[in-house]
């Protein structure tokens, strides 16, 4: 059995109009929800083992909050430019490529590939759009990675932090 989470990056901050989509940094909400949808992974006792996250600012930065709320060590936080703007067909190569021996994996990116391929990977209901901060993991009944495939996530979780949860 293996888990994974996927995670879209916070809020982002776009007062400079003319700063590059790459390094556009957290705005308030952003830096005041990524600590709260770490506690309710916390809460849910979901900490991976592993997290691969999209080097852009945002979803890097996004992903050192919710490590360190969940105490993941720094060395299991990598990067992988394959996840910036990436379709769900590049996201499922990284995903397919994450050690056997990783029983939670996290993956931090954007939208709209995030969305989709929470929709690919869900056995139960599709969501419209994975708002910013939100999360969707599921259990899929597989002892290897590459062998993820579309439709098997079981116990699907979807959270944002404006859900009234």
């Known amino acids: 059995m293996k888990r994974l989470t996927l995670l879209r990056h916070a809020k982002s901050d776009w007062s400079l109009p003319d700063q590059a989509d790459w390094d556009r ?57 394959r996840l910036y703007l990436a379709s769900p067909k590049d996201m499922l190569q990284v995903i397919q490529a994450t050690p056997r021996d990783v029983e939670h994996l996290m993956v931090v990116g954007h939208n709209p590939g995030m969305t989709e391929l929470a929709n690919l990977l869900s056995a139960g209901e599709r969501i419209d759009n994975l708002p910013t901060c939100g999360y969707f993991t599921a259990v899929f009944k597989i002892a290897d990675w590459i062998d993820l495939g579309a439709e098997g996530g079981r116990e699907a979780i979807f959270d944002y932090p404006k859900n009234p949860a």
Do not use: F
Request: aromatic fraction near 0%.
């Open 25 to 81: 940094a957290l705005n308030k909400r952003g830096q005041r929800d990524a600590p709260e949808m770490a506690r309710r992974l916390r809460e849910r006792k979901l900490k991976p083992g592993l997290m691969v996250s999209s080097p852009a600012v945002r979803a890097l930065t996004t992903a050192t909050m919710v490590a360190r709320k969940l105490k993941v060590p720094a060395t299991c936080v990598l990067q992988d430019e």
